[in-house]
């Protein structure tokens, strides 16, 4: 083999690992914030089902659904895919498609839900 191949192999490979590495620890990342999304929405359902089942029954609330844990593999389409879900104990109202993880934990609604 020559001497470019080598190099180019070299560049490719370390390439290959560093992006390889970086996307693994985003995807943890991303796990962790939504594991934190998740225990906080369930903790404001068994609050407002403790103080009131009628109106936890009758507003509208969202819910994410996690990251994919694939991502690295194949991706899937899932920025087509509706990963938010607006419903109600009567209908599912709304979706919503790719909305972030990020931005549902730091800015996530009161319990009460939308008006």
């Not at 083999?1 to 690992?17: D, E, P, W, Y």
């Amino acid at each position: 083999m020559n001497l470019r191949f080598q190099v180019a192999f070299i560049i490719v490979l370390t390439l290959f690992i560093t992006g390889s590495i970086f996307n693994i620890k985003g995807n943890i990342e991303k796990q962790k914030l939504y594991d934190k999304y998740y225990s906080q929405w369930l903790e404001n359902i068994r609050q407002q089902a403790g103080s009131n089942a009628s109106e936890l029954a009758v507003s509208a609330r969202d819910f994410l659904f996690g990251p994919s844990r694939n991502s690295f593999i194949s991706d899937c389409k899932e920025r087509f895919i509706p990963n938010v879900v607006t419903y109600s104990a009567f209908s599912v109202s709304d979706f919503d498609v790719n909305r972030s993880v990020i931005l549902c934990s730091t800015n996530m609604r009161k319990s009460t839900g939308r008006s």
